[in-house]
């Protein structure tokens, strides 16, 4: 296993020399100020390993013909059901002591997307998210309605309580203390570490077809029904076959308004750029500039994946074909 810092050597092209189409995946498990200070020995292991294990979910799909849509929710729906990441299981308290969760997915096929925002009781916002963009009429679902449409479509719901961990709890705490009692508005007064948290998969399948899925807890003590940019497409969340698939994580509000995931995908598709050049200049020309911080993954039509982030560290892993298997989670 490969620890390889998030550099352009990471973005990597399948050499198989076997008939199989090429195919690959990437996934991360968000971004923001991610140091070997902050971790032990044993939480970099747990991390790594939860990364792995949602990794080679997807690969094996697509090793085996599936699509790259069942490859990024295996991905997805591991780290959603993991305590260690701002997703599902794991998500961060609202102000009030809740959990809101936000997902996307987008077909890179035909440009299908859906999307709930604003959920308390689906256990997998991300299969929630995929049942909005094939069985209804709508992209996105938010609140009480989405979760309606989860209970008619049949998917698992949980007590909101599902969702907590002690973790998540004493980090509201500490975010509480730091706003103090007047000040309510999570965005502006906490630094980064409570603002990221994200999880997400890019996939290419043997068939061509690409697909994308982010899923979030959000922001820790956010208010007012806040929904950051992992639900909406173009900002977290973009795929298209013409290009390439993308999910971010960061500081939502900078994604939103510079609509990061499309612009990358934009780039590859009108000017001819790699996915790496595009990535480097969107994460690090384009969005830190105005203050966005943050990182995206990152794959083509030719199984390229590329992995770019401004912050400290992003925690990330990818396999082309039946390459390696990459993870990482530092800078450097």
């Given at each position: 296993m490969s620890t390889?810092?998030?550099?352009?050597?990471?973005?990597?092209?399948?050499?198989?020399n076997n008939?199989?189409?090429?195919?690959s995946i990437a996934i991360h498990g968000g971004a923001g100020t991610i140091t070997r200070a902050d971790l032990s020995a044993e939480q970099e292991a747990a991390y790594k390993a939860k990364l792995t294990e949602a990794l080679n979910a997807g690969h094996a799909i697509l090793a085996a013909g599936g699509t790259s849509m069942d490859a990024v929710i295996a991905a997805v729906q591991i780290m959603e059901a993991s305590p260690l990441f701002n997703s599902g299981r794991g998500a961060v308290y609202t102000f009030d002591g809740e959990h809101e969760l936000d997902a996307s997915i987008m077909n890179g096929e035909n440009l299908q997307a859906g999307a709930v925002a604003g959920v308390k009781t689906v256990k997998s916002p991300i299969a929630l998210a995929r049942a909005v963009m094939e069985e209804s009429v709508h992209v996105m679902l938010s609140g009480e309605g989405a979760e309606q449409f989860a209970k008619e479509q049949g998917l698992e719901l949980v007590d909101n309580s599902y969702f907590n961990t002690e973790r998540r709890?004493?980090?509201?705490?500490?975010?509480?203390?730091?706003?103090?009692?007047?000040?309510?508005?999570?965005?502006?007064?906490?630094?980064e570490k409570y603002k990221y948290g994200t999880v997400g998969a890019v996939a290419l399948d043997q068939s061509g077809n690409l697909a994308a899925a982010t899923s979030t807890g959000g922001m820790t003590a956010k208010r007012y029904g806040r929904?950051?940019?992992?639900?909406?497409?173009?900002?977290?969340?973009?795929?298209?076959n013409a290009s390439c698939a993308v999910s971010a994580t960061g500081h939502g509000e900078?994604?939103?308004?510079?609509?990061?995931?499309?612009d990358i995908c934009s780039r590859v598709k009108y000017l001819d750029q790699s996915i790496t050049e595009a990535g480097d200049t969107v994460i690090h020309d384009v969005l830190l500039p105005?203050?966005?911080t943050g990182g995206v993954i990152i794959v083509d039509g030719e199984g390229n994946v590329a992995m770019p982030f401004n912050t400290e560290g992003m925690y990330r892993a990818s396999r082309v074909g039946n390459g390696e298997v990459e993870v990482a989670i530092y800078k450097d």
């Open positions: 390889a810092g998030c550099t352009t050597d990471e973005q990597k092209t399948n050499q198989s008939a199989q189409a090429p195919f709890f004493e980090q509201l705490q500490r975010a509480k203390e730091k706003l103090g009692v007047a000040d309510k508005q999570a965005y502006l007064a906490l630094d929904i950051g940019d992992s639900p909406i497409i173009g900002a977290g969340t973009w795929a298209d900078y994604f939103i308004r510079y609509h990061v995931a499309a105005a203050g966005g």
